[in-house]
């Protein structure tokens, strides 16, 4: 008579689970604390391979005896109520990776090609995870006419999904990538109706703070807008530049404003407003670009106050128009003429001179989108010459003129009476 010993209980089974991975993890720390023989290197890559997918199926075994624990109640008495949370908290998990073993705990119905897969080591347990995120995320809108179940719908992705997943160059980022297309892919005529009707309910939000100044911008639209707004966006983005401490946030608002400010440097391309392209203009009081104390701000024709930084970094490249006006009644009484602060042939040699921001601390934006500012500023003396001009891109241009500001403030507090202060002079470094 043969005896048969009976299979231990389930805890019993997992708790010899942990016995063996714990005999694995020594073996493994041993295996590192010897030195690889010559010729031997490919070997061992090809068996760690094998043994990274041999984990992958040992978390979808642990995913699934969790699934068990949780129809029991095991983890709402621990207080979870989502399987992800309970991985993530209870199990030290990242929240990613909590949210992948809740994948494979609750695998979908219809998706056994994919399981079968992973099972034998065609795919590995993350990307078996990433196509049943991508059934759940599409289930809620799909076709009941098409898919009558979670099952049938279940089973399209994964003809999608699961081919692309086999491939050994493919990525979880690659199925991502394919499952991001999954409902244009299996609902075409959902897909254009739901991009119509964003379209139809396009919108764009400009609102000005006239006290505290500051605006704030908001659109929304369809797809192929997004897709040519963000194209259009990064041809005036470049990577940031060692040291620049810029968030994405505000990389993403300078290459906007300096779309912006191409558009209307090449003005004469769109349509004419009052006679003349469109354009910036700005009333400001000579007495105002020399920072004299009580000299009235600059207002633009839409009625913005520009404060002195602002109306000095504007008035670096652009077109200035002298107006005379009366000071009783402030009516115009002599208009000069229109002209370039640099002329050509200067731009083009400060052009040859530099091919960047000239920023002390340097600056990485092109020559082509920088604006022309004069070191020492020509309402205070300084020349229109090749020696007193540099390229600054618009951010710097405003934070030298930010600064300037700042040490004329200084200057009209604390007057210095044997004329040796301690500020640079303006448009040098602090």
């Given at each position: 008579m043969i005896e048969?010993?009976?299979?231990?209980?389930?805890?019993?089974?997992?708790?010899?689970?942990?016995?063996?991975?714990?005999?694995?993890?020594?073996?493994?720390?041993?295996?590192?604390?010897?030195?690889?023989?010559?010729?031997?290197?490919?070997?061992?890559?090809?068996?760690?391979?094998?043994?990274?997918?041999?984990?992958?199926?040992?978390?979808?075994?642990?995913?699934?005896?969790?699934?068990?624990?949780?129809?029991?109640?095991?983890?709402?008495?621990?207080?979870?109520?989502?399987?992800?949370?309970?991985?993530?908290?209870?199990?030290?998990?990242?929240?990613?990776?909590?949210?992948q073993y809740a994948a494979l705990a609750d695998f979908p119905e219809g998706l056994d090609a994919s399981w079968a897969a992973m099972e034998d080591g065609g795919i590995t347990a993350a990307k078996a995870a990433r196509i049943a995120h991508h059934v759940g995320r599409c289930a809620p809108l799909r076709d009941r006419e098409l898919y009558p179940s979670e099952a049938d719908l279940a089973g399209a992705v994964e003809q999608i999904l699961l081919p692309l997943a086999l491939k050994d160059s493919s990525t979880c980022k690659d199925l991502d990538r394919a499952g991001a297309r999954l409902f244009a892919t299996l609902h075409p005529a959902d897909h254009d109706r739901s991009e119509a009707e964003l379209h139809e309910g396009r919108s764009a939000g400009l609102a000005h703070d006239p006290v505290l100044g500051g605006f704030h911008f908001g659109m929304s639209g369809d797809s192929a807008d997004y897709d040519a707004l963000r194209t259009a966006l990064d041809a005036f983005s470049a990577p940031p530049a060692e040291g620049d401490q810029r968030t994405a946030a505000q990389r993403r608002y300078d290459s906007a404003m300096a779309m912006v400010r191409f558009c209307l440097a090449h003005s004469g391309n769109l349509p004419w407003r009052g006679g003349e392209p469109a354009q910036v203009r700005l009333t400001v009081p000579l007495a105002t670009l020399r920072g004299e104390p009580g000299s009235p701000p600059a207002t633009s024709d839409n009625g913005v106050v520009y404060s002195v930084s602002q109306a000095r970094a504007l008035a670096k490249d652009c077109k200035l128009r002298r107006i005379i006006l009366d000071p009783i009644t402030g009516a115009p009484l002599d208009v000069g003429r229109s002209e370039r602060i640099c002329p050509p042939h200067i731009r083009n040699a400060i052009h040859a001179t530099y091919d960047s921001c000239a920023w002390e601390h340097g600056c990485d934006r092109p020559i082509a989108w920088c604006q022309i500012d004069h070191i020492t500023a020509w309402w205070d003396g300084g020349s229109t010459s090749l020696s007193n001009l540099q390229p600054l891109c618009a951010a710097h241009n405003l934070a030298k003129e930010r600064r300037r500001a700042a040490a004329e403030r200084r200057r009209h507090r604390h007057p210095v009476r044997d004329g040796h202060g301690?500020?640079?002079?303006?448009?040098?470094?602090?």
């Open positions: 048969t010993q009976a299979a231990p209980s389930q805890p019993g089974r997992v708790a010899q689970a942990r016995k063996l991975l714990g005999g694995a993890a020594r073996l493994l720390r041993d295996e590192s604390a010897e030195a690889i023989p010559p010729g031997a290197a490919r070997e061992v890559a090809e068996e760690l391979t094998s043994l990274l997918a041999d984990l992958g199926r040992v978390q979808a075994a642990v995913a699934q005896v969790a699934a068990r624990a949780k129809a029991s109640g095991g983890m709402a008495s621990a207080g979870f109520r989502r399987a992800a949370d309970w991985f993530s908290c209870a199990g030290g998990l990242t929240r990613s990776e909590g949210a301690t500020d640079p002079p303006p448009g040098c470094p602090a």
